[in-house]
């Protein structure tokens, strides 16, 4: 019974990821570290979804002008915060 539930278990979480996509810790300013150019992608693609997210990383002004926040920009948040 132990080996049944051990694959149902891994199952789930394989399941649950695939659905859910990347991590959303990477959303976290400072959580990330060195980012895969897939994880910035995703990270832009949450940034153009989430006024709050915009928010979060400290860039809500310029969401409201209509500029990007570069992937360098990014990357340096997703690392070291807004500090």
Known sequence: MSGR????GTGNRRSA???????????????AGELSEEEVEYIQR???RSRRLWRRWG???AM???VTIPAATI?????????
Do not use: N
């Open 17 to 31: 990821g695939a659905a859910e996509g990347p991590d959303r810790r990477l959303l976290e300013p400072g959580w």
């Open 5 to 8: 539930g051990d694959r149902r």
């Open 59 to 61: 860039y809500l002004g």
């Open 46 to 48: 949450e940034l153009q």
């Open 64 to 66: 409201l002008k209509g």
């Open 75 to 83: 990357r340096r948040i997703a690392k070291h915060g807004l500090k």
